[in-house]
C-alpha cells in the first residue's frame, strides 16, 4: 500500500533507521543501570555470557585467536559449544574493532554488541510491520512495547536474544509468500541458523516450529496467487545458503557435548529430555500467560512477558475487530504458539513431544515471549484500523472508539479486581509491594487509554500521542523497576567494576588433556551442593578470574577484588566458609574427574 508523504521534521521521522534510534535511545536510557551505572554487572544468564565474551575477547585482544578453553568457573572444558552460547554474530566485528582500536574495557564492547542487537531488532521488526500496515507510525507505536520491555541486566537469553532476529526472518519468510522468490526464503534459513550463535543451539527446534506454522498458514491464505520464482539470483542465494546452514549445523553438531554440561535434566547420551522437564520446565502455563497482562511475575522465575496497556488493548481491540485473511493467519500462529507454550496444560505440547528432534527442547513456558512479539503486532493491526476508521468519517470513528472504550474499561476493571486480590483476599496489605504498583499502573493505563478514547472530540494524533505516551511511562517504569530489583543484589566499587571488565590475559594455565567425551552428571552431582551457588555467581568468579574447580585461589585475592564475594561464600556456606576450600565441594578434583 502505498505510503503517505511527509516533509521536515515529518520526513525525517518516517525513515526507518532515524525511528529505530531514537527508540534504541528511550531504552538505552531506561535501561541506565546496565548500561550507565558504575555499581552493577550483568548477573544471572546476563553475566554467564558477558563472561563467555570476556573470555574470548581477552584471548582474541591479546593472542588473535578464540579461546580453546574456558579455565575459569566452568569445569576447564572445551569452549566450542561456549563460544556458540555466547557470541552472537555482532560479537565478532565489535571484537576486531574492539583490537583494532585497543580497548581493553570487555564490558563496554559486550554493551555495544547489545545495543546494536537491539538495533537490529528494532529494525527487523520495522520493516516486517510495514509489509502489515499503511502507516509508519502505527508500525513505530507496535515496535515500541517490545523496546520498552527487554531486560538486558538479568535474562537476556530468554528475554531477548532468542527472538531477536525472529522479526527479520519472519519479513523474509512473508516476502517469499507475497513474491515466490527463492532467495527470500533462502534469507529466511540464513536468519534462522545466524540466531542460533549467542542463544541455545537447541532453540531452532522452536524456529523451526514457528516456521513451519507461519508457513503453512500463510500458504493456505495466499496459494491462490502463488508462484514460485527460481531466477539465477535465487540459485546463486540458495547455494550459498546452503553453505552457511552446512556450516552452521557442523559447528553446532561438533560442540553438542558441551550442551549436557551446562544444561542439567538431560539423559546423558541421548541428551534428550524427559517429557516432565519438557513439559513443566520454566514454569509455564495458561496462568503465566496473563503476565502479558498484569505485568508482574506470576512464578518464581525472575523474567517476565509484560506488555504495556495500550499494547494489550489494541491487540484485543483488533482481534474483536479485524477479519483481513492475512490477520487471521498471524493470529492463528500466534494462538499455536501460545498454546504451546502452556505446557503440561497443551495437547499441542504432548503431541509434538513424540515428533523427533523436539525432545531436545525445554523452556516452554519461557518461550512466551515469541507469543508476545506477535502481540504486538496483532496491536498494530488494531491501531491501524482506528486510524482508518478516521479516515473513514466521523460516524465509522466514533462506533470504533466506543467498542474501544469498552475494551480498555473491561480491562481496567479486570485488572481492578486481580489488584484488589491480591493486596486483599491473599491477605498482604502491603499496596507498596512491586506486583501491587505494577498491576496499579496496568490498571491505570487502561483507565487512561479508556477515558481518551470516550472524549467525543478526540483526534486521531491525540490518540497516538496519549499511546505512544503510556508505552513509554509504564515500559520505562517496568525496565527501571526489573533492573533496579536484580542489580541491587549484588553492588561493587567502581574500581571493582574496572578490574573485572578489564581485557587481561587469565591468570590460570589450563593443563587437563583434551576429552572426547564428558562425565556430566557425575561431575554435576559431586558439586552439589554447590551448584546454585555455581549456577547464580559463576560469570561473577569467572570475570574475577577464580576457578572454583581450582581451589589454589587465596581469601585475600578475593578480599582485594571484591569484600562482597567474601560475604557471598560465607553466606551461601556458613561462617567458616573460605574460598580455598570450595574445592572440596566436588568431592573429586576437577584434574582426577577429567
Known sequence: MAKATRTGWGDLMARPPVLVLVLVFVFFAFSYRFFLSEAHLPLHDTGFIFQIFKIAYSNFFFTGELPEWIPQGVFGYQTHFQNIFGLGP????????????????????????????????????????????ENRYVSLLAL?????????????????????????????????????KVWKLMMAAVVVFAALFGTNSYFVIYYAIYGVVFCAAFYVVGRKNFHLVIDRAGVLGAVAALCFVGVCSYLVLTSIDGLAFVVTDRDPVTLKVDLETFLNYGGGGVVKMFEMLVAAPLATLDVTFYVPAAAFVFAVYGLFRERDPIFLALVFVFVVMLVLTWGRYSLVAYAL????????????????????????????????????????????????????????????????????ATIFVAGTL?????????????????????????????KIPALLAVIAAVIVVQGGVYLIRINTQFSNGYAFSPSVKEEISRARIYPFDETRPVISTHPRHDLWQAFKPGNFF????????????????????????????????????????????????????????PDAVF
Not at 555482532?90 to 554493551?111: C, E, H, I, Q, T
Not at 508476545?372 to 466514533?398: H, T
Not at 507498596?432 to 467525543?456: C, E, H, Q, Y
Open 534 to 589: 555455581f549456577v547464580n555467581y559463576v560469570g561473577l568468579y569467572g570475570a574475577l578470574g577464580l576457578d572454583l574447580c581450582f581451589p589454589v585461589a587465596s581469601q585475600e585475592k578475593v578480599a582485594y577484588f571484591s569484600p562482597e564475594v567474601g560475604d557471598l561464600v560465607v553466606h551461601q556456606f556458613g561462617p567458616d566458609a573460605d574460598v580455598r576450600q570450595l574445592g572440596a565441594l566436588h568431592k573429586k578434583s
Open 353 to 420: 513431544y513424540y515428533i523427533p528432534g523436539v525432545s531436545y527442547l525445554r523452556h516452554l513456558g519461557l518461550l512466551l515471549v515469541l507469543p508476545k512479539v506477535l502481540l504486538c503486532l496483532i496491536a498494530g493491526f488494531g491501531i491501524q484500523r482506528i486510524v482508518n476508521a478516521a479516515d473513514a468519517g466521523a460516524e465509522a470513528f466514533d462506533k470504533e472508539r466506543r467498542f474501544l472504550a469498552q475494551v480498555a474499561q473491561f480491562a481496567a476493571l479486570a485488572v481492578t479486581v486481580v489488584l484488589g
Open 90 to 133: 555482532l560479537s565478532y566485528p565489535v571484537m576486531a574493532l574492539g583490537k583494532l582500536f585497543g580497548v581493553l574495557d570487555s564490558l563496554a564492547l559486550f554493551k555495544v554488541v547489545i545495543l546494536l542487537e537491539v538495533g537490529v531488532f528494532g529494525f527487523g521488526f520495522l520493516r516486517l510491520a510495514d509489509e502489515f500496515f
Open 144 to 180: 515500541a512495547p517490545l523496546l520498552m520491555t527487554i531486560i538486558v541486566i538479568n535474562q537476556i537469553t530468554f528475554m531477548f536474544r532468542i527472538v531477536y532476529l525472529v522479526p527479520l526472518m519472519t519479513y523474509f519468510m512473508l516476502g517469499f509468500f507475497r513474491s515466490g
Open 430 to 458: 502491603d499496596w507498596d509491594s512491586p506486583r501491587a504498583i505494577l498491576l496499579a499502573m496496568s490498571a491505570a493505563g487502561f483507565v487512561v487509554i479508556a477515558v481518551t478514547v470516550s472524549k467525543s472530540n478526540l
